[in-house]
């Protein structure tokens, strides 16, 4: 019922910086978060950086600084600012919405296809 569209990753150098961005289409009554998330090969995911209703964010671990996210609701849009680059940031990112689809509590969590982002050391 939702769909979410990730673009932006690639290959870049360390030291270098990406903006990564995540649409999502489909049925979305309200969004309640946001959030980006990673996983390298062998590696559990985990959270990047995720931002709530209120806009309130918070940020995985040494990555406050470096990576910033934003959104805009009304093109049901969240960024991904990666600057200083560091191998170690190598990992397929996916974002996730959690959205309500009408009035109630309900609420789902969707989750993108993943993009590849590779620093070369």
């Known amino acids: 019922q939702v769909q979410l569209v990730e673009s932006g990753g690639g290959l870049v150098q360390a030291g270098g910086s990406l903006r990564l961005s995540c649409v999502a289409s489909?049925?979305?009554?309200?969004?309640?978060?946001m959030g980006w998330y990673r996983q390298a090969p062998g590696k559990q995911r985990e959270l990047v950086a995720a931002i709530v209703s209120g806009g309130s964010t918070n940020y995985g671990d040494s990555l406050k600084g470096r990576f910033t996210i934003s959104r805009d609701i009304a093109k049901n849009t969240v960024y991904l600012q990666m600057n200083s680059l560091k191998p170690e940031d190598t990992a397929a990112y996916y974002c996730?919405?959690?959205?309500?689809?009408?009035?109630?509590?309900?609420?789902?969590?969707?989750w993108g296809q993943g993009t590849q982002v590779t620093v070369a050391s």
């Open positions: 996730n919405f959690v959205v309500k689809q009408g009035y109630g509590r309900t609420s789902y969590e969707y």
């Open positions: 489909g049925r979305i009554f309200s969004i309640n978060a």
